[in-house]
């Protein structure tokens, strides 16, 4: 009897091993982002990012073009208005009260945004001038 429960256990676990090293086990893949969530996540980053969130016309902002980078990575260009001239949250500072065009790239990556430069020159994510 004590033999027949070690072939029994023993043949058990050929079967499990053979099953892992076919590949057969369902493991959960990676998330796939769409680039409609992709968008939806460029859209709230630039938002609420200080730019934007300081002073900009809220209904100034246009997506203008999409370019896919990869299966789950993209670049969005979106054009905005603000009150006054500079980057950033402002308060405190001195600021030319003039309309003021900006164009953000913002790249996204497997629901994350890597990349956020306004007029080519202003990192939002870093809040500092590009090369700084």
């Known amino acids: 009897m004590c033999t ?5 256990v023993g043949g058990l676990l050929s079967v499990v091993v053979a099953v892992l090293m076919c590949g057969c086990v369902h493991q959960p893949s990676a998330p796939e982002y769409t680039q409609n969530e992709s968008m939806r996540i460029a859209e709230q980053f630039i938002r609420t990012a200080p730019t ?7 209904d100034s902002l246009v997506l ?4 896919q980078l990869g299966s ?7 054009t905005f208005r603000c009150r006054t001239a500079g980057y950033g949250n402002r308060s405190g500072m001195m600021v030319a009260q003039v309309l003021t ?4 790239v913002i790249r996204v990556e497997r629901g994350d945004v890597v990349y956020a430069v306004y007029d080519g020159r202003w990192d939002e994510l870093n809040q500092r001038m590009v090369g700084e």
Request: glycine share 0%.
């Open 101 to 104: 065009n900006h164009t953000a």
């Open 72 to 78: 789950s990575a993209w670049e969005f260009t979106y």
């Open 4 to 8: 027949s429960r070690v072939v029994q």
């Open 52 to 58: 934007f969130a300081y002073d900009a016309i809220e």
């Open 64 to 67: 203008v073009s999409t370019k």
